[in-house]
């Protein structure tokens, strides 16, 4: 049997304000909402509005989707080879997350020696930091080299052309991390 909406909205709001240890009365005053209606979300006998969702998810902190969704378990494992891998070029990328960051992309870049992978421009204003965990890096952004060393870290235009090369003689990872503009 499917959980209704307002279950779900009951279990994830009040899970999430048992999380931060503060009372319903509590919570309701943050949010600026009535005691009895905090109540009634919590009860799952409510039909609160679209306001009333926004208030209560921003009291909590969180998105409003997060009230919405259905509730995942405390911890998930995800054993090596369940997360996807693509090959680029001669470079092995793994996502590092499962569940996706809205406006963020982080992968693990693996490069053999003399490895390389052209970058894809993203939309303007977005941003990249890359940093290198082993070997060695070289990044060309706009015609610039700018080599990494294990620890260095190195933020740059991701709306330009730019690529990923090994210029050493063992296998090197870095972990990217590219941040989305916001939609207006």
Aim: some cysteine; overall charge negative.
């Amino acid at each position: 049997m499917t959980e209704d909406l307002g279950d779900r909205i009951a279990k994830n709001v009040r899970q999430l304000r048992l999380a931060r240890g503060l009372t319903q009365a509590q919570m309701a005053k943050v949010g600026d909402l009535p005691r009895a209606t905090w109540t009634n979300l919590e009860s799952g006998s409510a039909n609160p509005t679209i306001s009333v969702l926004h208030r209560a998810a921003m009291a909590l902190q969180v998105a409003v989707e997060e009230l919405l969704s259905a509730p995942r378990g405390a911890c998930e494992l995800f054993p090596l080879g369940t997360l996807p891998e693509r090959i680029r070029g001669q470079a092995r990328v793994r996502k590092l997350l499962p569940h996706p960051i809205p406006g963020m992309e982080m992968d693990r870049i693996e490069l053999p020696p003399d490895g390389r992978m052209g970058g894809i421009p993203h939309t303007p204003g977005t941003r990249e930091y890359l940093t290198c965990e082993l070997g060695e890096l070289d990044l060309v952004v706009a015609g610039d080299t700018w080599h990494l060393r294990p620890g260095d870290v190195i933020s740059f235009r991701a709306d330009q052309k730019h690529s990923y090369a090994n210029p050493g003689g063992e296998t090197a990872v870095g972990y990217s991390v590219v941040v989305l503009v916001p939609d207006p």
